[in-house]
């Protein structure tokens, strides 16, 4: 991109219509490329462009055939358009030829290098591996493979099929290629983007990155428009993003486009749009580029549940949030998206649950820990309850830890000639990966704190191994006699589960709970009353917990030592910190 591509694209647009105002101009800065600066003090800045240099849905029936457009998707075949503009320069077709000239002065600027990870080389992915982005490249890639096949497969009469015959192989065979086949024999063209025939896989590709990166909602400039048709508006697309900026997006009845900054900008500083409230995840798989310290960047947490549970939910708990992705934000380049269906129609959940936790609101992680509650409660309590929110607190807690584990791991550079890392790539990626542990740190320092509060707040009702020792002086000598007469320094316990357990059974063995835990004794009783008629509880046999049995003589039935292990377990939580199982009671 040259200063004089960026000047012939401005007198272009002035000379169609286009209205810039005195006192900005379009430079070249630094890595950031080319960005609006003023060169005065500019308030209210407008900039308008003339529907007749957008490109929309309308060009494509001066390309393609009526027929043919009313039975693909519009934004699919915007894609192909843009491709054949840009990459069909001795078209047969006259219509292409008028078209990819017109707009040559903007198809010129478009950038030919990419930063999206989608394609990126085999020492590059190394620094996205167990990050959300990481492992989802694939399948992404594959997704917009599939729109592109689509089309082109079967559509013979329009498509050459043997000039893309190789990328049609690769597509069938993509499940079974590694990323690095995928690389050699098709993505390094993308990055190479060597005059592709226009209806190639690589030339869609390139044209679905321009869209993803520079599109917008075509509504804004016709409101008889699907809400998920797109356009392109050359020059406005130049601006850079700012969050903080304050703007406005604005159409007259003939259908330009207007960009309204709605502050003072004072001389020698940036003009920005603002692309709304994007984490780094979805700006450098979007945009390509990340925004250090960003204010909205979020990790996506994808859950799946089985449906059987989803509707339990939503009868039982309703309260409890379930968020889908079509409740974030929907992408109108998404030839899957849906935005006129009603709640009723879609078929919610199919794709999982989405929530995005980030460190300046906190509510989207406690609607997670909502529902890993009402995942971890017993089926005689309500995910309200002390001892699910507890334990859903610790599965939640868990769950980050290996996520946390896993991004943390250390990535080291493996330059090779043969697949050089690109600087920039490598610090974007750094500081992609580097938000990623931060939100998972701060998530994991709230749920501590949670846990002390919530610990603090049910002290009465939680029981501890070390309470039991401290508050049952006859346990000990019960122990002892237990183990025919061993001393209790003798006897090795696995875990504090394992105590626990051993002391509801030799309280029940001995009816001999202090008043302190009569509750215990109460909560146990109406435990066994609830299963008395349970399959499961009545037959196992509990080979799994022999040792116990074994440790205690015959003094108690393996039934007995199963059922004992099974009210532990349903009535307590293990913390993450320490493995301590606690022991809660019913209130």
Not at 91 to 101: A, H, P, Q
Not at 111 to 134: A, D, R
Not at 489 to 517: A, C, H, Q, R
Request: net charge negative.
């Amino acid at each position: 991109m040259s200063t004089n591509q960026v000047n012939d694209l401005i007198q272009w647009g002035l000379k169609n219509g286009a209205q810039i105002p005195d006192g900005i101009e379009f430079i070249e800065v630094g890595n950031k490329g080319v960005c609006c600066m003023t060169t005065e003090e500019l308030d209210n800045v407008s900039i308008k462009i003339p529907s007749t240099i957008i490109i929309s849905h309308s060009l494509l029936f001066e390309v393609f055939d009526e027929q043919f457009i009313s039975s693909q998707n519009k934004n699919t075949l915007l894609k192909f358009l843009v491709g054949r503009l840009m990459f069909d320069r001795n078209s047969t077709n006259d219509n292409v030829r008028k078209l990819s000239m017109k707009f040559r002065p903007y198809l010129d600027l478009l950038p030919k290098e990419m930063h999206s990870p989608l394609i990126w080389n085999p020492s590059e992915l190394q620094f996205l591996v167990n990050t959300n982005l990481g492992n989802s490249i694939k399948n992404k890639l594959q997704s917009i493979y599939k729109e592109w096949y689509q089309i082109t497969k079967f559509n013979e009469s329009l498509f050459n099929h043997n000039e893309i015959k190789e990328e049609f192989i690769i597509y069938e065979s993509f499940d079974e290629l590694s990323e690095l086949e995928l690389y050699e024999r098709l993505l390094h063209k993308a990055n190479e983007l060597e005059s592709p025939v226009w209806y190639s896989f690589i030339a869609f590709l390139w044209s679905h990155l321009i869209f993803i990166s520079r599109a917008f909602p075509e509504y804004v400039v016709n409101k008889q428009a699907p809400t998920d048709g797109v356009v392109l508006l050359p020059i406005i697309d130049l601006l850079n993003h700012n969050y903080s900026t304050k703007v406005e997006w604005l159409s007259d009845n003939d259908g330009s486009f207007c960009y309204r900054n709605l502050s003072v900008t004072p001389a020698n500083t940036e003009l920005n749009n603002n692309y709304g409230g994007k984490g780094n995840e979805e700006l450098l798989s979007g945009y390509g580029f990340v925004m250090k310290d960003n204010l909205f960047d979020s990790v996506a947490l994808k859950i799946n549940l089985p449906e059987t549970m989803i509707l339990q939910i939503l009868q039982d708990a309703p309260e409890i949030s379930l968020p889908t992705i079509d409740d974030y934000t929907w992408f109108a380049f998404d030839e899957n998206a849906k935005a006129d269906e009603t709640d009723a129609e879609k078929p919610q959940y199919k794709d999982g649950l989405l929530y995005f936790i980030n460190c300046n609101n906190d509510k989207c992680l406690n609607d997670v820990l909502d529902l890993f509650s009402h995942m971890g409660k017993d089926t005689s309590e309500t995910w309200k309850s002390p001892r699910a929110r507890f334990h859903g607190l610790q599965l939640l807690r868990n769950a980050l830890e290996h996520k946390l584990s896993q991004i943390n791991l250390t990535v080291q550079a493996q330059d090779s000639a043969d697949f050089p890392i690109n600087p920039y790539r490598l610090e974007v990626s750094q500081i992609y990966r580097d938000g990623q542990i931060k939100i998972f740190k701060h998530c994991l320092s709230l749920l501590k704190k949670i846990e002390r509060e919530q610990i603090k707040k049910y002290k009465n009702i939680l029981v501890t191994v070390n309470k039991v020792f401290k508050n049952d002086d006859k346990f000990t000598d019960e122990l002892t006699d237990f183990y025919d007469k061993k001393d209790p320094e003798d006897i090795k316990f696995g875990s504090s589960m394992d105590i626990l357990t051993l002391w509801i059974l030799i309280k029940v063995l001995n009816n001999s709970f202090p008043s302190k835990y009569e509750k215990v004794q109460d909560q146990y009783t109406q435990y066994i009353k609830r299963h008395a008629t349970d399959e499961y509880k009545l037959s196992n046999t509990a080979n799994d917990f022999e040792d116990l049995v074994l440790l205690g003589s015959n003094k108690v039935t393996p039934r007995a030592t199963f059922l004992a292990v099974e009210f532990v377990n349903d009535n307590s939580f293990t913390r993450v910190s320490s493995q301590e199982t606690i022991l809660v009671l019913t209130n």
